[in-house]
């Protein structure tokens, strides 16, 4: 069982690089050396925080992206192009197919993560010229960069088991900019009664937090990231894809491959 | 099928065509633009809304609209503006996206504060953002610093600037000249070393351009101002002596009252003027000074900053 | 035990906005296929063969009924071990060479690791894609992909094969491969279960064959058996030029070409016809029986 899902998976990575998803990397590349050097024009004494907040912001938004517009396609292309027939009718289990799919995708944006990792370093030491040890937090805003990553894959697989590309995007996209406001989520059902409070209570646990797992700012500042809070939030991360990839195999369970 | 030769060489040549005339199209409406002054608009005004639409990437976009409030303040003041409307707002969102934007409250400080042309001439709106950056920072000496600069240059209200002084001493790694002015505000307010020690701080506290500039400027300001101060005290001492002013300085030093030619922070020599009074030569140079310049001397729009 | 077991197979499908309409696709189907069978699964486009397909697949889910295939349930990975599926126009991960996407479906197949290189191989080499391993499909004509199609059912070495209009799309030398392989598979023992509107194909091959139309099963049975139920025709060509008065009521069709008349005449007046020209002194040049097709 696992190593078909390693073998869906594998090919789904497989899939995205031939897809010249990773020329990406060089938009990325091309956007952190023209700010590494201009910083230093623009704004004297803040150069490591904007090229952190700058690279930071990058990672994250290349990466929704990416994961918004390969997740869409991930099940409704292969249904569209009826690739799916011939694997289905192998000794291969729809969730696995599900699971194998999720991780090709989270996997080829960790890859990607990792190489983006390297140009902000680089950046960062040209503007710097030397590492400082609150440095390292910002491997920490990475890696919640990359628990964001999971939660937007698996959102776009639950839309893309069901929906039309075109649909899917819309919703991913819509949950993740609601997703952002979140903590206003929370303001205004703290300020309302009734029916509309319980209504935005619900919103804002069901909704995807991406605004709790946004650190960029406090990393830029040097700040550091409590222990207990990394730990919490991989678990509500975690729980939260676990939640929806469930979704995912409930709905594709149940569909008809016209 | 092979692609048209004369669709190719038209499309071709229209291309290149359409380049240049939209280039020079372009470079019209540059010039054109940059005789007015930049956009008085903000477009979104509230930076509760701004922070909202940030998405989370407040951190980015504050330093966007720091960069703007730079170049915003920058351009105006080479054009000698008397107003800059839209500074205050854009350091509130700047702000507002990221509280811990020190140099922000910095900037508003320095060039919020002081009146025209030399700055907004919004010393209050000033006080408020540094107030609300203690309140987001109370372990950052520096914003302490900034608010009792702002009491005691534009304001003169000394013992709210002593106030600031003794709250920021109080932080750790604070600057050892807070507890100095704080202690020496009551005394010595109003006193040439009392601003110089201020401007030095000033100066080595930050590593934005503009505010070193302007804390040079000030520096040579108050060198010039005492210079004068001495060498006019000097002038009166040779009135009371020989009973006549002294037509140049080589009289001074004839009577052993000056050791050498009095020169300027610039290196230029001073000018005695009639009745004992100093002039600088081009006192152009020195903005902020307040003696040495010639009667009915207006000073021109300044440009001393970097980001001019 | 039979290979395939359909038990009353079944699906309705629900369109509109809400569900309203209903539309049939597959009236309840009761069918056996025994193992070494190649059966044939006839009927026009839109008769509900592929819907037949999809349902023993498991890609679809029944309206009502079950089958067993392998004496197995649809959904038993145990036993999609042992059955191979070519579904109809495939298409396939075009990103993928011919060696990759076979070792990709060897391994979902559980295909062991060692065995994985020679069976990919051997099966290029038997649907003639030796020379096409190395190219992307996305280079692939029709007919490659067909192959393809053809090699990635069969690599795991399946007891029974499902094949939807395995010979759609291609020339006559691609069909001829196809039939081939067919007659190899039953000659090493599979079972091969597919469908095709063409007519000639299944005569040919199949044991046994279904015909369905519009969603419901109109007839099984050995091709012989089929024809035979309907009534045989004579064809008789004789110099003339024109159809006898005598000869009108007994002919179904006629012809005149030249000095010659070509005339379709039910077996039943067969012998009434030749008396008749016989006595109208025509001289009878052949007499042919017409084979009746499973039209």
Redesign the interface.
Request: net charge negative; aromatic share 10%.
């Given at each position: 069982m696992s190593t078909r899902i390693v073998h869906i998976a594998s090919n789904t990575f497989r899939e995205a690089v031939r897809d010249r998803v990773l020329y990406n990397l060089i938009a990325f590349a091309l956007l952190m050396s023209g700010a590494a050097v201009l910083v230093g024009q623009i704004s004297i004494g803040i150069e490591r925080l904007v090229v952190v907040n700058l690279g930071l912001t990058a990672v994250s938004l290349f990466g929704v992206v990416i994961a918004i517009f390969i997740g869409i396609g991930l099940v409704s292309k292969e249904i569209e192009k009826r690739t799916l027939y011939t694997v289905l009718s192998r000794p291969v289990r729809r969730w696995e197919f599900i699971a194998g799919k999720f991780f090709g995708l989270a996997g080829t944006l960790v890859v990607n993560t990792a190489f983006m990792a390297v140009g902000v370093f680089a950046a960062l030491l040209y503007v710097s010229r030397a590492f400082h040890r609150a440095d390292a937090w910002i491997l920490v805003a990475l890696y919640f960069i990359v628990l964001q990553f999971l939660m937007i894959t698996a959102i776009a697989l639950l839309f893309s088991s069901f929906s039309s590309p075109l649909l899917s995007a819309v919703f991913a996209f819509s949950l993740f900019v609601v997703g952002s406001f979140a903590e206003d989520l929370r303001g205004f059902a703290a300020l309302a009664r009734g029916v509309s409070h319980w209504l935005a209570t619900g919103a804002v646990y069901l909704v995807p937090n991406f605004a709790s797992l946004n650190v960029i700012s406090s990393v830029a500042h040097e700040q550091p990231i409590a222990k207990q809070f990394v730990v919490s939030s991989s678990l509500y991360a975690l729980l939260y894809t676990g939640m929806v990839l469930c979704g995912a195999v409930l709905i594709f369970e149940r569909r008809n491959l016209k | 099928m092979k692609p048209s030769a004369p669709t190719t060489l038209i499309a071709g040549i229209l291309l290149v065509v359409c380049l240049g005339t939209s280039g020079f199209a372009r470079y019209h409406l540059d010039q054109t633009r940059s005789r007015t002054s930049p956009d008085e608009v903000l477009y979104v005004e509230s930076p509760r809304v701004i922070k909202?639409l940030s998405?989370?990437?407040?951190?980015?976009l504050?330093?966007i609209y720091?960069?703007r409030a730079?170049q915003y303040f920058g351009t105006k003041h080479v054009l000698g503006s008397r107003q800059y409307p839209l500074l205050g707002p854009l350091l509130v969102i700047t702000t507002v996206l990221?509280p811990?934007?020190t140099?922000a409250y910095e900037f508003g400080g320095n060039f919020l504060a002081p009146q025209p042309p030399y700055g907004a001439g919004m010393p209050q709106q000033a006080v408020q953002l540094a107030e609300y950056g203690i309140r987001n920072n109370p372990d950052d000496w520096k914003i302490y610093y900034d608010l009792g600069f702002i009491y005691y240059m534009e304001l003169k209200d000394y013992s709210k600037a002593a106030d600031a002084f003794a709250r920021g001493a109080n932080v750790p790694n604070a600057h050892p000249f807070l507890r100095v002015m704080a202690a020496q505000m009551a005394q010595h307010a109003g006193e040439l070393q009392m601003a110089r020690m201020m401007w030095v701080t000033a100066y080595q506290s930050?590593?934005?351009?503009d505010i070193r500039a302007n804390a040079a400027s000030h520096l040579l300001a108050l060198q010039v101002d005492e210079d004068v101060t001495n060498l006019e005290k000097l002038a009166s001492l040779y009135r009371e002596r020989t009973g006549h002013w002294p037509s140049n300085f080589s009289e001074l030093e004839a009577t052993g009252l000056l050791r050498a030619l009095p020169v300027d922070p610039l290196g230029h020599l001073y000018r005695l003027a009639p009745e004992g009074r100093v002039e600088v030569q081009e006192p152009d140079k020195f903005p902020f000074i307040k003696k040495g310049t010639p009667p009915g001397y207006t000073p021109p729009i300044p440009k001393f900053l970097p980001s001019d | 035990m039979s290979a395939i077991e359909i038990l009353g197979l079944e699906k309705t499908y629900s369109a509109g906005l809400w569900r309203k309409r209903q539309r049939c696709a597959l009236r309840p189907l009761h069918l056996n296929v025994e193992a070494g069978e190649v059966f044939g699964f006839l009927g026009p486009n839109g008769a509900g063969k592929t819907t037949t397909l999809k349902l023993l697949m498991g890609l679809v889910f029944p309206s009502g009924g079950s089958a067993r295939i392998l004496g197995r349930e649809i959904h038993d990975p145990r036993m999609k071990a042992q059955i191979g599926f070519l579904p109809e126009q495939p298409y396939f991960y075009d990103y993928l060479t011919a060696n990759e996407l076979l070792e990709y479906y060897a391994q979902l197949s559980g295909v062991a690791t060692q065995e994985r290189r020679r069976r990919v191989i051997e099966v290029l080499g038997r649907v003639g894609l030796e020379d096409a391993a190395r190219l992307p499909l996305r280079k692939f004509s029709k007919g490659m992909l067909q192959r393809v199609g053809i090699a990635q059912a069969i690599l795991h070495d399946p007891k029974v094969l499902f094949f939807d209009e395995p010979m759609s799309g291609l020339d006559p030398i691609g069909r001829r491969q196809v039939r081939d392989i067919i007659v190899e598979l039953k000659a090493l023992g599979k079972t091969v279960f597919f469908s095709t509107h063409i007519l000639s194909d299944a005569e040919s091959l199949c044991d046994r064959v279904a015909i369905i139309d519009m969603g419901e099963l109109r007839g099984v049975g050995a091709v012989a058996d089929l024809t035979a139920t309907v009534e045989g025709k004579v064809e008789i060509i004789w110099h003339g030029s024109s159809l006898p008065a005598s000869l009108q009521a007994l002919t179904s069709e006629s012809h005149l070409s030249g000095d010659l008349v070509r005339a379709v005449i039910r077996e039943a007046n067969q012998d009434a016809a030749i008396d008749a020209l016989r006595h109208l002194g025509v001289r009878i040049l052949s007499i042919t029986p017409v084979r009746t097709s499973l039209e």
């Open positions: - | 909202r998405l989370g990437y407040d951190g980015l504050a330093d720091w960069t730079v990221d811990h934007l140099v930050t590593q934005d351009r | -």
